[in-house]
């Protein structure tokens, strides 16, 4: 099934998750979907390190991402969301299924085309998923406790400038808002045959491996980096250690509905991006024009120059503890930790 992050190398260093206090999978069965892309392989290496057997939803033809190598529990199944094809077998035994398929974001120019593929590649997986889990369900073959953590993104929040954005917020407006409202609401079948339904309002996942990152790394190395279009707004910024172990904490524990995955300390952009060229011992302060972005990257620019002040007040209640809670403590662990 297709991701909607970077699919790191199959080569590339797992990131040691022992030790991170989210509990013990003790043989429980997690099923995972748009697991090749940056955020659900680590999510699958996490998942193996704390005892879980997962299984895999794959594409007909799907290439090997190098966990069976690593040793774990791990096994694959053909998922098609093309012809609605998915066994409700590979669900049997399940206690959590995790959703982050979807086609990227930023990957293409948006054309009309691909605007159409964003959603549908996200719509598609998630109803074949949550009809197969709400059958599965109705015929007692998954736990009777299934979770399920659903993707979705800060694009549901909008552009919102200075506005305090909490799990409560309205939708906003705009291309990414009306994917996630669709995204999230494909999940509802699952939801009404009694699954617990955790949607994963992701912010900006930073990662020296890929993601939104992927870009700017080289550019920062080069002493090359400064704010976009500005660098005030606010950036909803998570590490990918943080949300991997966000996701290994809510699938034990009884949150359910929308949970922001945002690190507590609030940024701007600039200073994200600045805490990034600091650890790196490089300059930072070339700006990149707004209009430049947009000739670049057209509609999607948008986007990108968007002000999300989202906070994740439902983790926080809930007693999670972020590893990383400032910019400048992120820079530290992406530059040295391989985070």
């Keep these: 099934m ?47 390190e704390s005892g879980w057997r997962v299984r895999r939803l794959v594409r007909p033809g799907s290439r090997s991402t190098g966990h069976e190598r690593r040793g774990g529990d791990v096994s694959n199944v053909v998922c098609d969301p093309a012809t609605a094809s998915l066994d409700p077998d590979s669900l049997a ?26 959603t549908l590649s996200r719509t598609s997986a998630t109803s074949l998923l949550a009809g197969t889990l709400a059958q599965s369900l109705r015929a007692g073959t998954v736990d009777e406790g299934v979770r399920l953590l659903q993707g979705s993104a800060v694009g549901w ?8 954005l909490t799990e409560d917020s309205p939708a906003g407006s705009g291309f990414l808002a009306e994917v996630c409202e669709a995204w999230e609401s494909a999940a509802r079948p699952a939801a009404d045959a009694g699954a617990s339904v955790t949607y994963l309002r992701t912010g900006i996942v930073l990662s020296s491996k890929g993601g939104a990152l992927g870009r700017v790394l080289p550019l920062a190395r080069l ?7 500005g660098g005030e707004q606010w ?27 945002a690190a507590p300390g609030e940024a701007r952009q600039k200073d994200v991006l600045r805490a990034i060229s600091r650890e790196l011992r490089r300059p930072f ?4 024009p707004g209009f430049a972005l947009r000739v670049a990257l057209g509609e999607f620019a948008e986007d990108v120059l968007a002000s999300q002040r989202m906070r994740p007040l439902a983790l926080e209640g809930a007693g999670f503890g972020f590893s990383h809670t400032s910019p400048e403590a992120a820079a530290r662990a992406l530059m040295h930790d391989g985070v």
């Design 2 to 48: 297709p991701d909607d992050d970077v699919t790191p190398s199959p080569d590339s260093s797992p990131t040691d998750w022992a030790g991170s206090g989210t509990g013990s999978g003790r043989g429980r069965v997690a099923v995972v979907a748009g697991s090749s892309g940056l955020i659900g392989s680590a999510l699958v290496d996490a998942l193996l």
């Design 93 to 118: 035994g399940a206690s959590l299924v995790v959703n982050l398929a979807g086609a990227g974001i930023g990957d293409k120019r948006w054309t009309e085309a691909r605007k159409a593929t964003i």
């Design 157 to 164: 929040y909008g552009d919102r400038g200075d506005e305090v």
């Design 223 to 229: 002493g090359l980096s400064g704010p976009l279009g």
């Design 235 to 261: 950036w909803p910024w998570i590490t990918l250690e943080d949300h991997v172990r966000a996701q290994l904490f809510l699938a034990d524990s009884t949150l359910a509905g929308p949970v922001n995955l």
């Design 285 to 288: 302060g070339l700006p990149v």
